[in-house]
């Protein structure tokens, strides 16, 4: 491989005086993608492997294998960590709603076993992990209703976010305990997650930031839509951070599987948009602490599988080689100009 990423300025020294340049990485990429993820960022998160089923399997087993080695990979090579999650529907082990008959535990049993897994984890990982997504993705997506219905929900209802971000703030005074959420620049979901924040805040939670998914394509969300929620969330007071940016080649509905490599008018549309989102992204540096990739090259990203499973996908700044793209180009040189 002709490693061209050497030959051109880093992401994280382009955008040094601005924010964290990440990416999100699992124990195969850290190999795969090694020198590009330790020239470019300074900041990674784990894919899934801190996510409940993964690092707690069941109730007395936790394993840390996987997470301990992004760790030290970050730590070897200088960089933050993020923590990704603490709170989820999805991918949470079933053995912590239930006893041992299968029976709905009461509140009192899932919030003490919700305190003994954060203080754990985030234990573990004290002044390695500067940043936790404590709950993530909670709000309802369409409706009236301001929580999605979960098992959380079910048990304990909504005091379990509350108690979430006392129980990451007991077991590590100065980590940043960010809200973490996807579809966060659409218009209804955007004001539903500034009540609860809101609501937090005035609850006197111990949360400092919001982080904003960014799973966005080609022509969605608007980047109206992206300012106004940047700016709503920043009257909060709270920092905000990209957490899982990439910029998918189709709408969500689109359905199309013909393609086996982007075409040249898609990979200058992505260039320009991902310079039209880094502009904007500078013109609130001051609230933008991170931007993080949920990915660092095409050669590997979740959009290969979904929403059409089997599907390519070319959603980052480099491609499957590893090589700069037209993107990578555009927003090197919007870096540049924004320095001189």
Same mark, same amino acid.
């Given at each position: ?9 880093? @992401?994280?020294? @382009? ?18 993608? &090694?020198?590009?993820? %330790? ?5 990674? #998160? ?15 087993? *936790? #394993? ?18 993020? !923590? ?9 082990? +079933? ?34 992990? $500067? ?9 309802? =997506?369409?409706?009236?209703?301001? /929580? ?7 048990? %304990? ?9 006392? *129980? ?12 973490? =959420? *996807? ?10 997650? *500034?009540?609860?924040?809101?609501? /937090? /805040? ?6 400092? !930031?919001? !982080? ?6 080609? $022509? ?11 700016? &709503?969330?920043?009257? @909060? !007071? ?14 969500? +509905? =689109? ?18 948009? $991902? ?22 090259? =095409? +050669?590997? #990203? ?17 491609? %499957?080689?590893?090589?700069? &793209? ?8 919007? %870096? ?5």
């Amino acid at each position: 491989m002709n490693p061209t990423f050497h030959s051109v300025p880093a @992401l994280k020294e @382009l955008f040094a005086a601005d924010f964290k340049i990440g990416a999100a990485v699992n124990p195969t990429t850290i190999r795969t993608q &090694k020198a590009l993820l %330790a020239y470019h960022f300074n900041s990674l #998160t784990a894919e899934n492997e801190m996510k409940f089923v993964s690092v707690h399997p069941k109730e007395q087993t *936790y #394993t840390f294998e996987d997470a301990d080695r992004l760790v030290n990979f970050a730590r070897e090579h200088g960089m933050a960590m993020r !923590g990704h999650t603490l709170v989820w529907h999805n991918q949470t082990s +079933d053995w912590l709603f239930q006893d041992r008959q299968g029976a709905a535990v009461s509140k009192e049993v899932l919030l003490g076993r919700l305190r003994e897994h954060i203080h754990t984890i985030v234990g573990r990982y004290k002044n390695e992990i $500067y940043a936790w997504d404590v709950v993530n993705e909670v709000i309802a =997506d369409e409706g009236e209703a301001l /929580l999605r219905t979960s098992k959380w929900t079910e048990i %304990a209802g909504p005091e379990f976010i509350a108690k979430a971000f006392e *129980y990451a703030h007991e077991a590590d005074p100065q980590a940043l305990l960010f809200y973490n =959420d *996807y579809n966060e620049s659409n218009p209804l979901k955007r004001d539903k997650i *500034y009540t609860l924040v809101r609501s /937090l /805040l005035e609850q006197g939670v111990p949360i400092h !930031g919001i !982080g904003l998914q960014a799973h966005w394509n080609l $022509y969605d969300p608007s980047l109206d839509e992206i300012k106004a929620a940047i700016e &709503k969330y920043a009257s @909060l !007071g709270l920092q905000l951070q990209l957490t899982e940016l990439d910029i998918s080649m189709f709408r969500f +509905d =689109d359905r199309r599987t013909d393609l086996t490599a982007p075409e040249p008018a898609m990979l200058e549309q992505q260039a320009e948009r $991902y310079e039209a989102v880094f502009r904007l992204l500078l013109e609130y540096r001051d609230v933008i602490s991170g931007v993080t990739f949920w990915g660092a090259a =095409d +050669d590997y #990203t979740w959009l290969d599988n979904f929403p059409v499973r089997g599907r390519k996908n070319w959603p980052f700044l480099f491609d %499957a080689q590893h090589q700069p &793209k037209a993107a990578y180009h555009r927003v090197a040189t919007l %870096a540049a100009e924004q320095r001189a």
